[in-house]
Structures are given as C-alpha cells and as structure tokens.
C-alpha cells in the first residue's frame, strides 16, 4: 500500500508559537494530490488545504502554510501564531489511492 | 457544512445485527468514499464508488457492502455486527480524484 506517515503523534505548544506538521508519503503514481484536513473535538474532518503533484510552489493562507518537496516526497503544513481554536488533529491525505496519515494532535494551551 | 449528509448521526445496536448508513454527496461530486474511524484503527478508507461503479477497495471487511445509486447518494451495510465495528463512519465526496468533503459522520456503537 501506499503509505502516508505522520510521525509526530502529539504536539503541545504554547498560544502564538508555531507549530509544523510533518508529512511523508510514498507513492508510484507521477499525478497525485496531496491534502490536509482537521479534526476538531466535535468530530468533523474539515478541508484544509491541497496540493498537486506537479506544482511545488509553497503558498500561504492566511496562518496557514505547506511546504511541498517531491524530492523527499514530503507535505509539511505550519501554523503560524496557533490559537487555542487551532486544537484539533491535523490529517495528512493523498489521492490517488485514497491514504491518510494516523493523526498528529495538536494542542495549543492559552 | 460541507454539503454532505450522513444519516443517521448516532445508532446504537446490538450485536449480530444489521444496519444501513446513508450519505448524500454534495451537488454535482460523483465520488463518495466510506471511511471508518476507530481509537486503535484511526482512519481507515473502506471503499469508493464513482458514478455508480465501485472504483477503489480498502480495508473493508467482508461483512460490509456498499453502494452507489444513480442519484448518487451511497449507503454501507454492515451485517453480523460485533463490538469491534462501533466506529465513527464517514462518507465524503468528491467532484473527481480531488479534496474529498466529509459528511458529520455516524457514530455506531455495538452493544
């Protein structure tokens, strides 16, 4: 299978730091979208943002951003002045062959 | 809301029994996706339909079926419930190979 791998399971940080999500993936496709989502404590998964295979350009919204590298197969997603709203567990996912990671929770403490 | 619906929200059943879990896509998505998340499994992808044929396969146990109807909607059976399948069970869809919405999910809890 496919892998998708959050190795961070928990991460605790102080409101205003930043917090960075890593994400590695494997893949055999040359077209794939890569994606991450939030799981807040009321159990809704909500889209955050995505990111195709062939487009490395690193964006930012907003308090958000990703830093996509092919080369190491990797998707890592920063938030930037975390909020104690930021508390939630952050998914990483890709399709083609739908995989998501197994979570990085994150707790932002006032 | 991200325009997917999931009824019902929460059942509860008992063991050996059968139940059927409903998902409206949002307008226009003809993918949907079935996902079961659980403490020790995390999320786990189930099965994907796309316009109505079943496109993709994961980890869904032979007791479990889906579907997907020409109105798009989908609905996972899951028969001979036993006390592992209490679950958060999501449905999402997506317009094609792209950022899949989720549903509310539904809670199962086998008692």
């Known amino acids: 299978a496919q892998k998708v791998t959050q190795a961070q399971t928990e991460i605790s940080v102080v409101e205003k730091e930043d917090v960075t999500l890593d994400c590695v993936y494997e893949t055999r496709d040359t077209t794939y979208y890569l994606f991450w989502y939030k799981q807040p404590p009321s159990g809704e998964l909500v889209f955050l943002i995505r990111?195709?295979?062939?487009?490395?350009q690193n964006e930012i919204s907003g308090r958000y951003s990703w830093n996509f590298q092919k080369s190491t197969s990797s998707f890592n997603f920063t938030i930037t002045a975390s909020q104690v709203v930021d508390s939630a567990v952050y998914f990483c996912a890709r399709i083609t062959a739908v995989s998501f990671g197994a979570g990085t929770t994150v707790t932002v403490r006032a | 809301d991200s325009g997917v619906t999931q009824t019902p929200k929460h059942l509860i059943t008992a063991t050996g029994q059968r139940v059927t879990l409903r998902c409206s896509p949002r307008?226009?998505?003809?993918?949907v996706y079935w996902y079961q998340q659980s403490l020790d499994q995390g999320l786990q992808f189930l099965i994907q339909y796309y316009n109505g044929e079943e496109r993709a396969k994961g980890n869904i146990l032979e007791r479990f079926s889906a579907q997907q109807f020409p109105d798009l909607h989908s609905e996972l059976n899951l028969s001979s419930l036993e006390l592992g399948d209490s679950a958060l069970y999501f449905c999402?869809?997506?317009?094609?190979?792209?950022?899949?919405?989720f549903g509310q999910g539904t809670r199962l809890t086998v008692v």
């Open positions: 990111r195709n295979s062939f487009d490395e």
């Open positions: 307008s226009g998505d003809l993918s």
């Open positions: 999402a869809s997506s317009p094609q190979d792209r950022e899949a919405f």
